[in-house]
């Protein structure tokens, strides 16, 4: 007996088959049908939803899958609100994609969906870091852009990322305005395609100077210092992914000269052949770059994700091993640089301020106190931190920012994270701290936290997949607002901060206070020692996030060890009162 929703299964996929939709796509419908009802529900039971970061999902057939038809129907939704948004004119777009399988295809549809709305289309000629096309978009002065890629997701999945004129990722009206323009494509048919191809122009490598020229000009604060450690040895990998061309291009434009990019991850394959996950946030995906570090003699090893927008970062040690940094680590270090500098230079003048979000470490806000700067919190996304930025052009300065999900941006000629300029900012601070110093940047962190106090930070993702993984995580937000913990790790719960509801409920006095923020589903729980803790369901994965950040004084260097193993001992301790472990 067929139950409701295998019915509605059923329903849709034989509108596929009957539909304006091409022969080996409707070969997969029919096997499927045939063969394998519960991976036909998961590609039927809904369609691939365009929320307000744009599309993401595992490629396949189906209306919850991507492929040329949905990428079609979101690219069509985005015509029309573009229309609307920019009548009378004609619009120009970008579309670039990274390196996963199916991402030319994808970028050269939504190039040739925009030029047959009459659009102008600017696209890459090949796979391009995601900054590049923020940074195109602000470069040609265009509308919208798009890029195809799924950031660090694992190789199954593809997404579609939407830009807007200030080349940050779409916000409010224009995300929800969006959404709705593609609901109103209910039939392949009002999707306009093979017209226009004349207005499409390919950005070449020609561009790629200008990008990596930009990033010279606006952010290298130690030229001198890089003069004399040109040769710093510097370990690289793309990690199969966008940044191959153009992290070695920005480094080499920054003065180094000795950079070695890991061979086996410099070919570019969408199935991330060496790693079981192309994310530099994974000690285990970074272990053949760090084993080249040891093999070079290496001052610091450098990744980028598949879409070059994350930077993952090791530093060696005193013992010649390498320790990953996490982003919040990252984040500490590159800010503290910037601002050290610009503070030698004399370039501080009240008008600097970063961003982070609200996950994000606390050491960032200490550090930029220090200088006099401040520091905005803002939500998960860099979209976010974006908006910031445009809120302040022309009143106030912005220096760098990012968030713990190995995400930096350093100035604000691009508006979302750039791994690319990140790379070479790392790599300049380290010859920095060699040279006015002589600490490796494993040393001067250390000595930050001694500055600064020693913050640590955990991470736990739960990952539930499919209609039911989705639903649990929504359950367990329910669970958690209606029983928050009294108690973590022997530390009274004092604030409860729910960014739905945009309350902050004092525990003990029982008062609510409004937060100033966008609403969002994030859950934060500040203990009285100073700990917090983050809850969010991820807005692009299946999984709900755990963030902790806990801190101690450090008296000295030489305690470092043992009062890391106290931070590390007390996360352990949340996780087992959350039933994490």
């Known amino acids: 007996m067929m139950n409701d929703l295998e019915q509605t299964v059923l329903s849709k996929a034989q509108k596929w088959l009957d539909g304006d939709y091409d022969a080996a796509t409707k070969e997969q419908i029919k096997s499927l049908m045939d063969n394998d009802m519960k991976e036909l529900t998961e590609s039927f039971y809904k369609d691939l939803e365009f929320g307000t970061g744009g599309l993401r999902g595992i490629m396949g057939v189906g209306s919850n899958r991507m492929n040329i038809y949905t990428v079609g129907t979101a690219t069509q939704g985005l015509a029309n609100y573009l229309k609307k948004n920019f009548e009378g004119e004609q619009v120009r777009v970008g579309v670039g994609h990274d390196s996963r399988n199916n991402s030319r295809l994808f970028a050269e549809r939504v190039a040739d969906i925009f030029a047959s709305n009459g659009f102008k289309v600017y696209l890459f000629d090949s796979l391009r870091p995601v900054p590049e096309l923020s940074f195109a978009i602000r470069e040609l002065g265009l509308h919208s852009g798009v890029v195809i890629t799924a950031s660090h997701n694992p190789k199954e999945y593809n997404g579609y990322k939407a830009y807007w004129s200030d080349g940050a990722q779409v916000t409010p009206p224009h995300d929800v305005n969006i959404i709705d323009e593609v609901a109103k ?18 950005l070449d490598e020609e561009f790629d100077k200008k990008y990596v020229a930009r990033i010279k000009n606006d952010i290298q604060l130690s030229p001198e210092c890089v003069a004399k450690h040109h040769d710093m040895k510097i370990v690289y990998t793309p990690i199969h992914g966008a940044g191959v061309r153009l992290v070695p291009m920005a480094l080499e434009a920054f003065g180094f000269t000795n950079v070695f990019v890991v061979p086996e991850q410099s070919v570019v394959d969408g199935n991330f052949p060496t790693v079981e996950s192309p994310n530099p946030e994974e000690r285990k995906t970074m272990l053949q770059a760090m084993e080249w570090g040891r093999k070079e003699g290496a001052d610091l090893v450098l990744a980028t994700d598949p879409d070059a927008d994350r930077i993952g970062v090791a530093l060696r040690t005193g013992s010649g091993e390498y320790v990953l940094l996490n982003g919040n680590q990252t984040l500490a270090l590159l800010l503290s640089y910037q601002l050290t500098r610009l503070a030698e230079r004399g370039d501080l003048d009240g008008k600097q301020y970063a961003v982070k979000t609200i996950v994000t470490s606390q050491m960032a806000n200490a550090v930029a106190a220090h200088f006099g700067v401040k520091c905005y919190d803002c939500l998960t996304g860099f979209k976010y931190i974006a908006k910031i930025i445009r809120e302040n052009e022309g009143i106030a300065k912005y220096v760098g920012g990012g968030e713990e999900s190995f995400g930096y941006l350093a100035g604000d000629y691009v508006r979302d994270k750039d791994a690319v300029s990140a790379c070479a900012l790392a790599a300049e601070a380290a010859a920095w701290a060699k040279d006015t110093m002589g600490l490796t940047l494993y040393e001067w962190l250390q000595q930050l936290y001694v500055k600064y106090g020693f913050y640590r930070e955990g991470l736990v993702s739960v990952v539930r997949k499919g209609k039911e993984g989705a639903e649990e995580i929504q359950r367990m937000m329910v669970d958690f607002r209606a029983n928050p913990p009294k108690e973590l790790a022997g530390s009274e719960v004092l604030t409860v901060r729910d960014y739905k509801s945009l309350e902050e409920l004092n525990v003990r006095s029982g ?52 009062v890391e193993a106290k931070l590390d001992a007390k996360i352990e301790q949340i996780k087992k009162d959350l039933n994490l472990l």
Request: aromatic fraction near 8%.
């Open 511 to 562: 008062v609510r206070t409004p937060i100033e923020q966008d609403s969002s589903n994030v859950l934060q729980w500040l203990t009285a020692d100073g700990s917090i803790i983050s809850v969010r369901p991820s807005g692009t994965e299946p999984k709900i996030k755990f963030y902790f950040g806990v801190k101690e004084p450090l008296a000295s260097v030489e305690q470092f060890e043992e």
């Open 185 to 202: 494509i209910t039939d392949n048919s009002q999707v306009m395609t093979g017209l226009n191809p004349e207005n499409i122009t390919i």
